[in-house]
């Protein structure tokens, strides 16, 4: 049997698809760029008339005179001034040579096409039952997805820590240094109360090493025992550095969210943005033992629909319908941050004094260059959380290929090189279950405490 057969070619056709009509027919772009209206500064028509040289008013003549030429941009016009800012539709042309643009369509284009592997592959396995026992290759594209997202966020913290102003390296240290702590006292509790599965996985694998140095491998390749605070620990150093990543997005999206709020009319839409806010705090409480499976699920079932559903099934659910959720909602957050200028303006005309041309221009435009960047911040993490919820779910439905008992033969002797492994399973599905299902409520915790921080920031400081 081939090891992937009709699973490359779905990815082959996939990937075709993606490399020819993404030019012509993005989401990515589409984003960016279908409903949002943007506020461009003022024109020099309309400062002309408040614009002063010297402290003093121009005289009607020189304005006059000067209609057709441009401002210069040390004049200064009132604070105070009642300027209206004109608003333009956002099209492809004004975007597509701004910052993080690429990076942008590229993450959201590539997730469009996950999906539709996922869809294919679920649909094929469906229909041939005997595909199970190849390698799902749609888990491929679920991890070049993550690195992807991973990159972006990355690469856009490491703007943030390389600014010259000290509060934002003083923010992404200090909040670096708790996030490392709160992973290691959270892996410090027992499965009694957070049920990430962990044990498991360790068991699993010590079971898998010692029988593979038990059978005659060589211990120097596959390493010796190590003791259960040594695994959790070796957890705690990816799950800080993806802490890291959701640090500013999180401050941009309590920052938006309180806009979006005040710019929303509709009620129903104010629940859903409460509820965009609120649900990743409702994930966490799905592995909290009293609350989560305590509670909601008998003997390791939900009950839906007249259906009993696995609880880890029921978790991925939740925790999918959160992402998705955040997605539908991206266009009333993006609209929020091309708003500010307006806001800025309204709180420059409650101001004394009087502000430069340039100045003013630099507040007010300064916003939709970054507008690529602020989707970034906003998609990457619910595309990253899909990313860990999709391996999670992979490795909890696919079967564990390493069956057969830890005493079968491991390692396979061999006359010409010695021992050649025959198939090195210590990582299998059963380890990476309980990793993947720790990685996700950890997403969803780093995403909730930095919106938090981010709310009490804007509302303290």
Known sequence: MAVFGTQLLISMIVSSFLYKLSPYISLGNWMVTSGLRTFFAPSDAALRQH????????KKGDRERGEDARLDPNLTVPKSADIELATVAVRKVDVCGLHYYPELVWMVDFAVATLAVHVATFVYYRVQPAAANEYNLSAVWTLVLLVSAMGSLHSMAMVYFGEEVVGEKSAFLVFTAVFGVSAMAILLIGEDVLEFGLDESYANLTDKVGALVANGGDSDLVGSYFPRWLFRAGLAIPAT?????????????????????KATKSPLAKLALQLN??????CLGLWVRPLGSGMIATKGTVHLYMADVPYESFQVGVVVCTAVLRLLLYRFYLQAYLNVPKKRMEQLKREEGRITVSELRKRVGSFFSFLPSAAVQ???????LLSVCALWAWSSWSPDRSGGGANESVVAADATSGYRLKGLDVLSLSVY???FSFVCWWLCF????????????????
Do not use: Q, W
């Not at 614009?51 to 121009?58: E, H, I, P, Y």
């Not at 802490?243 to 709020?261: I, K």
């Not at 806010?277 to 409702?282: D, H, K, N, T």
């Not at 906003?378 to 595309?383: E, F």
């Open 51 to 58: 614009v002063t040289v010297g402290g003093k008013s121009k």
């Open 241 to 261: 550095f993806l802490s890291t990543l959701l640090l500013f997005p999180g401050f941009r999206f309590a920052e938006t969210h309180f806009d979006a709020l």
């Open 277 to 282: 806010y609120i649900s990743p705090a409702v």
């Open 378 to 384: 906003y998609v990457g993490p619910p595309l990253l």
């Open 433 to 435: 279950r309980g990793c």
């Open 446 to 461: 780093a995403n909730f405490v930095a919106s938090g921080f981010g709310s009490a920031m804007r509302r303290y400081l």
